[in-house]
């Protein structure tokens, strides 16, 4: 069984990109699918995806998004209580990833360090809203959050 080898937690307030250091610094990859070349997957209208970044848009406009990001040492396994999923690849040129607010393109946050440079890593993002509806007499959607989990393991191991 795979194990979790790290994770981290990181809140935003609106769309964000999560992508590769290197594009940070000016080197991103050329051809379809780099940064600002993103496009959706088939039925996933909630993110798009490229060669080494992808966009999470969400549900909500003002409230809060979270996103928990997970290093694993193989394939994790499936987590059924999640609305929406998505599985693919990126190539992570430097091994850092960053999150980078959608209209803030001068403001990035280091999420994660995955210590290995020029490497294809599988992902999986999963989203779900949660929404606050026990408080009767109240609409439901006064409290509304999305939720984002991104697992990453190398596509050498556990395929």
Same mark, same amino acid.
């Given at each position: ?8 937690? !990181? ?23 780099? =940064? /600002? ?19 999470? =848009? /969400? ?11 997970e290093l694993w040492?193989?394939?994790?396994p499936a987590d ?17 990833? !960053? ?8 403001? !990035? ?11 294809? =890593? ?10 606050n509806d026990r408080?009767? /007499? ?14 990453? =393991? ?6």
């Open positions: 069984m795979a194990e979790l080898l790290a994770s981290v937690v !990181h809140e935003v307030r609106e769309a964000f990109y999560v992508l590769d250091g290197e594009i940070l610094e000016g080197n991103q990859p050329d051809g379809p699918g780099s =940064w /600002g070349q993103e496009s959706s997957p088939p039925g996933q209208d909630w993110l798009d995806v490229g060669s080494s970044s992808v966009i999470l =848009w /969400g549900s909500t406009r003002d409230a809060a998004r979270y996103v928990r990001f040492g193989g394939q994790p059924q209580s999640w609305q929406k999923s998505w599985e693919g690849e990126l190539f992570l040129a430097s091994g850092k990833i !960053h999150i980078m607010n959608y209209s803030e393109a001068d403001f !990035h946050h280091l999420l994660f360090d995955v210590d290995q440079r020029k490497a294809t =890593w599988r992902v999986r993002i999963q989203t779900k809203l949660l929404e408080e009767p /007499g109240f609409p439901t959607n006064i409290y509304q959050v999305d939720l984002y989990n991104m697992q990453l =393991w190398q596509s050498s191991v556990g395929m």
